[in-house]
């Protein structure tokens, strides 16, 4: 019980010590409200009544109805992946049948 107790006084401390790092005013300085520029990303961002479509016909489903995506990868569900974030790209991650398995979303 007492181990279980200091788990959770460690993790409420760590949790509380993190800052977010989304900027909300001018107070948070330039340089993290233009990064923060950087990554909003127009048009639709998720599709999840993609969950089940071939990925074939969810890939021209996606470039169609969000122009300013140009990169829609299709990958094995489980693959490793970069963590970068990009406006232009849609990852589709399909199992063995060929369907969309995960929600498609701006990555």
């Avoid at 909300?24 to 479509?53: A, M, T």
Wanted: one cysteine or more.
């Amino acid at each position: 019980m007492e181990s279980k107790f200091a788990h959770i006084i460690v993790f409420f401390l760590l949790a509380t010590s993190f800052e977010t790092l989304l900027a909300r005013k001018e107070s948070d300085g330039p340089e993290v409200i233009e990064l923060l520029k950087e990554f909003e990303c127009n048009g639709k961002q998720f599709w999840p009544e993609l969950i089940g479509v071939p990925t074939k016909l969810a890939k021209e489903i996606i470039e169609k109805e969000n122009s300013l995506i140009n990169n829609v990868q299709i990958l094995l569900n489980g693959s490793p992946v970069t963590m970068d974030y990009r406006c232009n790209r849609v990852r589709l991650f399909d199992n063995i049948l060929g369907s969309v398995v995960q929600i498609p979303r701006v990555a």
